[in-house]
């Protein structure tokens, strides 16, 4: 083959390669097209008014922390409603963009490297573990974890762009992605790192080479700032969990991040919701810790040597130090966070493993085991998606997986509830209650569950107990007060749907009603007051035109 032959072969072999990665995503993810919104995909899709509507252009992103996944999910909405295949097939669409970013990232340095033919095949071998790797499923099937898997998305885009030379879309794929999860804080600092490691040397030759990337990427922060005080104060993910200590989540973080190593390299079990035990005691976490103080060492030497071990490893710290260090946050263990820091442990074990094999002349034996790796975890993944099809058969996962979990408990008895097996549901509830007495969520829903078979002074007595142990209970005060309407109680439920309101002021359920509590009383004004509240809320609850329309029609 002349010279001119093998540059042609060799600028092809990416394309069909990137369409074998396409494939073998589309392949693994399909049956995910069928799986049903679960736990936050509920409130934040389902039941959010603020994405049914792209006009004004600013309504589906004021006010946000996280505007660009909001006008995500508003373009969905707009596209095909809430059927749920239209979303997952944006996430899937999302993920396979990732896959190819890293594809592109991986390769380029590779050859940079000077690993000749080999780069592409190296590079395809890490995006294909790393697409169809069913760790990633909470990222690509759980709908609204799309923050994650668009933030990665937009990391890898800006590191790609920055490798290519693109300063103007590199700084643009990082501002997106500072409007998409706070995550993407540490974006700036991989890149100046890469080219640290791999190009410049030093950081001050990294600065000194190209600062008009360095001074763009900065400004985004600039962004991630300004989203965090558009946003409002209940939805601002920088702000720290009050009574957790640092210290105490940074010793969780230690089991935390060595269960995420493992799943990793054995991605079994994987389980939805871990609502993970905080400790404060060193004792428990030590072999953990001393694990991560030597891998920490490790990649410090490493990135001193400048070895691409080192960057790895830096990238697999910094990307989860956000979540997964000392800053507490509302939830200590998920699975999601994984998403990009495992693209570092694919490459440090295929690059390594291709090191070490070339050398022992077992080149082929590392292409069969990548094929056999890909296979079995695309094929864990067909089957862990399965688990996604319904909030029955998630949550029947998440207790037998997790069954000190309370919250499991509380989300298997919800979906038992929809399913009609009231009795089942309340059985679950029992068990949350006995892991966490003072669960005020599921006495609220053990109280929709017996107001729902008519058994109503037990109800109330639920109700009354839910908001004696958390007065902030907005769900706990409407469901009362929709209760206590019904019963004709209705200066009682007047009370509880003030407060609901002022509990969640962007809901429009209280005003509704509140306005029909009120217009039973025959404060007529007043009522269609809260209407109209509530459809400034939400334009399309059809249920407070029909209540406006009624009062304001003539007798």
Known sequence: MGEAAKK??????????SLALVAAAVATYWNSFACAFLFDDVPRIVENPQIRHLWPPWRPIVPSARPVLELSLALNYAAGG????????????VHV???????????????RARCGAAAAWLALAVAALWLLHPLQTESVTYVIQRAESLMGLFLLLTLYCAIRGWTAAAVAACALGMATKEVMVVA?????????????????????????????????????????????AD???????????????????CEVVVHYLRLSFWPDPLVLDYLWPVTDSWRSVAPAALLLVALLAATAVALWRRSWLGFCGAWFFLILAPTSSVMPIADVAFEHRMYLPLAAILVAGVVGGYAWLARAGGVWLGAALCLAAAAALGAATVRRNADYASALTMWSDNVAKRPENPRAHLQLGLALKEAGRLDEAIAQYEKALRLKPDYSVVHDAWASALARTGEIPAALAHWNEALRI???????????????VGERRLAE????????????PRQAGPHNTLGIALAQQGELAEAAA???AALRLDPDLTVARENLHKIQSPR
């Not at 042609?8 to 390669?17: E, I, V």
């Not at 958390?470 to 206590?484: I, S």
């Open 82 to 93: 809430a059927r749920p295949w239209g979303y997952h097939a944006f996430n899937l669409a």
């Open 97 to 111: 963009l990732a896959g190819l970013a890293l594809f592109g990232i991986v390769r380029r340095t590779l050859e």
């Open 8 to 17: 042609t072969a060799l600028s092809a072999a990416p394309r069909w390669l």
């Open 530 to 532: 809260e209407f109209e």
């Open 470 to 484: 958390d007065p902030a209970n907005a769900n706990a005060q409407l469901n009362f007060c929709k209760t206590l």
């Open 235 to 253: 939805e601002r993910q920088l702000v720290l969990v009050s009574g957790l200590s640092p210290f105490g989540y940074a010793l969780t973080q």
């Open 188 to 232: 700036p600092l991989v890149v100046l790192l890469y080219d640290r490691t791999f190009r410049a040397g030093s950081f001050a030759a990294a600065l000194r080479a190209r600062p008009r990337l360095y001074a763009g990427l900065a400004a985004t922060w600039g962004v991630l700032g300004l989203c965090q005080l558009n946003a409002p």
């Open 493 to 504: 439920a007047i009370d509880h749907c003030r407060e609901a309101a002022r509990l969640a």
